[in-house]
C-alpha cells in the first residue's frame, strides 16, 4: 500500500518561477488525491517527469505547463502565480 501524498510542506520562493510551479502542481494534485502516476496518465508525460518538475528540477515548456493545468483542470496562468 502506498502512503498517501502530501502538500508542500512550505510556500515556494515567489521569485523562484520552478518553486512556484512546483508548489501548485503538487497542491492541486494532493487536493485531488491522485498519485504522481495518475497525474502523469492525465496529461500523457512521464511519471519521472512529473516528479522533476514537482521537485523544480526541469525548465517546463509552455505546451507541458498547459498539459498540466488542463489535466488539473485549472487555468496555465494560475500554476504561475505565487502563493499569497
Known amino acids: 500500500m502506498s502512503a498517501k501524498p502530501s502538500p508542500p510542506a512550505a510556500l515556494p520562493d515567489p521569485d523562484n518561477l520552478r518553486d512556484v510551479l512546483a508548489y501548485w502542481i503538487r497542491l492541486t494534485r494532493v487536493e485531488r488525491g491522485w498519485s ?26 509552455l505546451s507541458n505547463i498547459e498539459r498540466l493545468a488542463s489535466a488539473l483542470e485549472i487555468p496555465a496562468w ?7
Do not use: G, H, I
Request: with cysteine; proline share 6%; hydrophobic share 35%.
Open 78 to 84: 494560475t500554476l504561475l502565480k505565487p502563493p499569497e
Open 36 to 61: 504522481q502516476e495518475r497525474l502523469a496518465m492525465e496529461c500523457d508525460l512521464d511519471r519521472t517527469y512529473v516528479s522533476a518538475v514537482e521537485r523544480s528540477r526541469w525548465n517546463v515548456s
